[in-house]
Structure formats: structure tokens, C-alpha cells
């Protein structure tokens, strides 16, 4: 594989690939050592080449390109026939991209870069095209059409103050535009308020600020963080702060004396002492549970809530108890929303917040919440040939998967574990199922334990017969399919097979007679962490004559 810039021709060092067989295997290098996903990046000749590949037909696909180019949709993927003792060559080209390279400096150094400055790429009419960062070295590459546009800062950078000020350039076909944007260093005061307990940021605390004689200039009120920047003026000598509010704390009445020197960013950080009440939950059994076998009213363990403040910052996390009670730390006071994430076994979750308020010291604010039982079960048959002989065909039908609990399972499947000393694969019928949806199919071989992409986005309203043998898998002399299994991922309660799988495997003739061999069928899904499984075993005999049956007629 040759990459070329399809102006210069200059080779291009970087670019990804990704490289596979028609079937969609990945293809190694040195039997996997150097990659193991199919992926390769071009050298410094712009190439990849590809050694001792067996015979067959290989699909190579770009990935990514470097900065500065940009893809041929047309030419991103191609596919080629090796053949013995053959080489091929394949050309990939990519165009020059024009754009944008942004770079933000220190005013007052420009030799100093300043990363993780956010801006905003608007074209003309003010349309948004690409909000974007500058990295460690203060720049971004913005691929862009040709055209004129204007950058906005949105987020400065740390100790820097945000210019909100337009910046405007044009880019020209397959050229790219530097434009450089400086900021000055922030000069005032920041200031950080905090709980004495916890030492996280307090939000919405107002603060009156004075100069030095006392005068009242500006007002500000802290973030979610518990910050507020003071940069109203242009602020040097002695000025004053003083605390007007703060909802759930003790105001601090000290008025505080700030010495501040221009050009130069003054931090104080400012301690308050939290009036605090509690949260308490008490959980219960909403129904009679067949599960367990626990009446309506039962307490519930190991129930888990979240409790977030007014600026949606988590400040406890709580489980209840045997008595399925669950108490918070103190909180100051304030408003709060409990959202329950992890429910208890066999119940379902309550996923509606609840609103909760501590209004005076030392408030416990009590809920009483209850959960509604779940009944969790998955199902599968397998039947097969009770005997065969070596060499024939034996059909295995799949009949009765479902998803039989009263709420919905994740990461939903059913798997078939192949007894590879007696059979090899052949084909699978896939079935249908009674929800709209699609599914893949995956298999490992005796080769490998990665699973491999044997079909994808099948849907499940209607059934297929897939060719799984080792010839249309690609499978080597020796390697086989040890399993496969098939990935719903998400199903709802009362999903269920409508019309049964099938799985035809070829009987090995090197089988005796009298032996057995055993085919499992599994399938499961996760609810509330746990994993929902069942299983299901056949078993088949070999029939042999030990010696040839004697004629008949005489």
C-alpha cells in the first residue's frame, strides 16, 4: 500500500488502515506481533507492505489520515486479489486539506502558548462549524471548506482572561490559514469558597465588593465550583469583600481586606461553616415478591441513592441497611435531589428523582420509598439426533429462548458450545423473534479465543440460513469453530423466539462406535448487575457396526 499527498505526491507518514479478507477476519502481521486488529500505519515512505499473505481476496479501508489531509471517500476503501507468488500495489491519495491553524499566545510573551483555550468557528452569516480546543502546545488544526470565517473565544485559558473579541480569516482551496490569537494574563481577585468540612466549592454565594474606601463597586456570586472572578475593574491598591448570603452556611460577617497589584491575580480561598440537617430514606417492598418470597412491606438492603445539590454536584452516596434504611451525612441546608441507582435484588428500580429540603439545623427530612418486585427468568431447549453415524449431518433445533422476567435485560444472548472432537460446524438457521430488532452473530475457533464477526445487523424479524463452514469462515487446515453466539444486547421483558433456530453440524468419521458427544446451548442476560442464565444439554450416541453386516438372499 502506497500513500501519496495527491498534489505533491510526497509520501505520507501516519495514516491508518485497517486490513481484512473478504469475510471480514482481521489479517496479523507476524502471526499477530505486530498487530493484532488488523490495523497498520504507514512508514516514513508513505508505505505498508505486506509479506507471505495466503491466497484470497483482501479489503484494505483508510481509517484516519494525519492533520492537514483530508480523506477520497472514493478511493478509502479497495479491494484485491492475491493470488500465489503475486503482488499487488495498491495507491491511495490524499488531498491537501485547507483550514485553519489556530494558535493562542501570552500577550505580553507571545513566545508562551496557552493551551486549553476553547473557541467557537462561525462562518459569516453566524452559523456554527466546530467548537474547538488548543492542545498542549496552544494549538488547533480546523479543517475547513474554502471560505471566510470568524473565531470567538468561549473559554479562556487558567490565569487568563477571555476576549470575547471576533477574529476573522479566510481559507483558500487546499491552503491552511494561521491565525494567532493572544490574551492577556487575568489581573483581580479569585476568589474560591469552600465547605469547611468537605472542602468542596459552595455555589451561589454572593459576595459585595468595596474599594479602599469603602465604597460599594460590584456585586458577584460564586459558580458550581465555588469560584467567582473579580475583574470588573481595574483593580490595584486595598479593596474589601464581604459575604451578603449563604443559603445552608454560617455567613461569615468579617468584612475581608484583599491587597491587589496589577497585572497579577490575587487567589483567596474562603472557609465556610455548613448548618447542616439529614437525608433519610427508608425503602420497602412494594408487592409480594416469588423471587424471595419477602411480603409488601418488607424492608430492602442494598438499595443505593445518589444525592445531588442545587448545582447538580453528587455530595453523598448512601445504601440501606438491613432495616432498609439509609441516612446521609450532614448537609447544609438547602435543596436536594435523590436519585436512586442500584435497587435490590429481584426488584426493580425507581428511577424518579425525589426532591428534599433541609430547612433549620439539625432537620431530619425522612422518605419513604418502595420498590416493585421483579420476576427475573431466561429460557432455552436444545433437541437433537439421539444417534447418528460417522460422517452424516445432525441438526440441532433451538426452540423456546426467552427473556421470561418482568423487566428488561441488558447484554441478552444465546450461545452454542460446539463438541469439536466429534462434529464441525456447517450451517445456522437463525429463527425469528416477536420484537423488532437487530442482532450479530460472533464465533471463536480453536485458533483463537477473540471472537470474530460471522454477521451483523440482522434483524430478527426475519429468519436466515447462514453458511458457517470452515470454507466460507476461511478457517485454516486445522482450526474449527468452538463456539458462536448470537448478541441482542437490550431485549424487553417477554421477549421470546417466534420461529425455532436450527445449528447443522457434519458428524467427524473418525467417531467409534458407543461413543457420546454433548452439545450446550446457553443463553442469559444482565439485570441490575447480575447475570440472568440458563442452559441446556444434548446428548447424541455414534452408532458403528464393529464388523459388516452379513448378506442376505443365499
Not at 483508510?62 to 477520497?72: C, F, K, L, R, S
Not at 485547507?98 to 452569516?125: C, W, Y
Not at 430478527?460 to 470452515?470: E, F, G, N
Request: glycine content about 8%; proline content about 4%; charged content about 20%.
Amino acid at each position: 500500500m502506497q500513500k501519496l499527498d495527491s498534489v505533491t505526491k510526497k509520501p505520507l507518514q501516519g495514516v491508518q488502515f485497517k486490513i481484512t479478507t473478504a469475510d471480514g477476519a482481521f489479517v496479523p502481521a507476524e502471526d499477530g506481533k505486530l498487530s493484532s486488529n488488523g490495523l497498520y500505519f504507514t512508514d516514513e515512505n508513505g508505505q505498508i507492505v505486506l509479506p507471505g499473505l495466503a491466497p484470497n481476496t483482501y479489503i484494505v479501508t483508510e481509517v484516519a489520515t494525519i492533520d492537514g489531509y483530508t480523506i477520497d471517500e472514493a478511493s478509502r476503501s479497495q479491494t484485491v486479489v492475491v493470488n500465489t507468488d503475486d503482488t499487488q500495489t495498491l495507491y491511495f491519495y490524499n488531498a491537501p486539506a485547507g483550514g485553519l491553524e489556530l494558535i493562542k499566545v501570552n500577550e505580553a510573551n507571545q513566545s508562551e502558548r496557552i493551551p486549553n483555550v476553547t473557541f467557537e468557528i462561525r462562518r459569516m452569516d453566524g452559523g456554527l462549524v466546530k467548537t474547538v480546543t488548543t492542545d498542549t502546545n496552544g494549538r488547533v488544526h480546523v479543517p475547513l471548506d474554502a471560505g471566510d470565517y470568524y473565531a470567538v473565544e468561549i473559554k479562556a485559558g487558567t490565569g487568563f482572561k477571555i476576549d470575547s473579541t471576533p477574529h476573522y480569516f479566510t481559507v483558500k482551496n487546499g491552503e491552511t490559514t494561521t491565525l494567532t490569537v493572544t490574551n492577556k494574563r487575568f489581573s483581580g481577585i479569585l476568589l474560591h469558597k469552600i465547605d469547611s468540612v468537605t472542602g468542596k466549592g459552595i455555589y451561589g454565594v454572593t459576595f459585595l465588593l468595596y474599594d479602599g474606601n469603602h465604597n460599594p463597586i460590584d456585586q458577584f456570586t460564586t459558580d458550581q465550583d465555588g469560584y467567582t472572578y473579580i475583574d470588573t475593574l481595574d483593580l490595584s491598591g486595598k479593596v474589601y469583600l464581604k459575604e451578603l448570603e449563604n443559603q445552608g452556611y454560617i455567613v461569615d460577617t468579617q468584612t475581608k481586606t484583599v491587597y491587589v497589584k496589577p497585572g497579577e491575580t490575587t487567589e483567596i480561598e474562603w472557609k465556610n461553616t455548613p448548618i447542616t440537617g439529614q437525608i433519610q430514606i427508608t425503602k420497602t417492598s412494594e408487592d409480594y415478591n416469588t423471587m424471595n418470597g419477602w411480603a409488601a412491606g418488607t424492608p430492602l438492603p442494598n438499595v443505593v441513592f445518589e444525592i445531588y445539590d442545587r448545582a447538580n454536584n453528587l455530595v453523598d452516596t448512601i445504601k440501606t441497611d438491613k432495616n432498609g434504611i439509609a441516612s446521609s451525612r450532614p448537609l447544609p441546608l438547602g435543596r436536594y435531589t435523590v436519585k436512586e441507582t442500584q435497587a435490590a435484588e429481584f426488584y426493580g428500580l425507581n428511577s424518579t428523582p425525589i426532591e428534599a429540603e433541609i430547612e433549620f439545623a439539625g432537620q431530619i427530612v425522612r422518605l419513604v420509598m418502595t420498590n416493585k418486585a421483579v420476576y427475573t427468568n431466561v429460557s432455552i431447549t436444545k433437541r437433537g439426533y439421539t444417534q447418528v453415524v460417522p460422517g452424516q449431518q445432525i441438526k440441532y433445533d433451538i426452540t423456546n429462548i426467552a427473556n421470561n422476567s418482568t423487566d428488561s435485560l441488558t447484554s441478552f444472548y444465546w450461545r452454542d458450545t460446539l463438541p469439536t472432537a466429534a462434529v464441525r460446524l456447517d450451517k445456522i438457521v437463525t429463527g425469528t423473534y416477536n420484537v423488532q430488532g437487530n442482532y450479530k452473530i460472533v464465533y471463536k475457533t480453536n485458533y483463537s479465543q477473540d471472537y470474530r464477526t460471522l454477521a451483523d445487523n440482522l434483524s430478527t424479524m426475519q429468519s436466515y440460513v447462514l453458511d458457517a463452514s470452515p470454507a466460507a469462515l476461511s478457517l485454516g487446515a486445522d482450526e474449527c469453530v468452538t463456539e458462536f453466539m448470537v448478541v441482542f444486547g437490550v431485549v424487553p421483558a417477554n421477549f421470546r423466539m417466534v420461529e425455532g433456530a436450527q445449528v447443522l453440524c457434519n458428524v467427524g468419521s473418525w467417531l467409534t462406535g458407543s461413543s457420546q458427544f454433548v452439545n450446550q446451548a446457553d443463553v442469559g442476560g444482565i439485570h441490575n448487575g447480575q447475570w440472568i442464565m440458563a442452559t441446556d444439554r444434548w446428548v447424541t450416541t455414534v452408532y458403528k457396526p464393529s464388523e459388516p453386516l452379513p448378506k442376505t438372499g443365499y
